[in-house]
């Protein structure tokens, strides 16, 4: 039994892990390419800054298909071998994107 409840830790905290690494990136570059987009496409073509944040999540949400699929892949090969309750995925899942986004945050702070 404590095996099974170790496994199912290490497992959820891989995929915190993951998400993390998912949520950081997907805010940076949302925030750094609709930061770039603002002062240099929204300047010249007159668009609002709403809109270089929506064209900042796009790009963001390109990449990070690409991205995150090469993180999921990374990490599914290293995860503990198990089957942890889909609760437990969830909440690690859920967890590791929301800890992930605020961390992508940081780039405010240079911006």
């Not at 995925?89 to 986004?101: M, P, R």
């Amino acid at each position: 039994m404590k095996v099974a409840i170790i496994r199912a830790i290490k497992r959820a905290l891989s995929l915190c892990l993951a998400f993390i690494i998912f949520g950081f990136l997907d805010n940076a570059i949302m925030l750094i390419s609709g930061d770039l987009i603002d002062k240099t496409l929204a300047v010249s073509l007159g668009v609002s800054t709403l809109f270089a944040a929506g064209l900042g999540n796009t790009i963001s949400d390109a990449l990070g298909i690409s991205i995150g699929r090469g993180v999921e892949q990374y990490f599914e090969e290293h995860l503990p071998k198990g089957n942890p309750s889909r609760a437990v995925v969830i909440l690690a899942e859920t967890f590791g994107i929301i800890l992930g986004c605020l961390c992508g945050l940081a780039p405010l702070a240079f911006l």
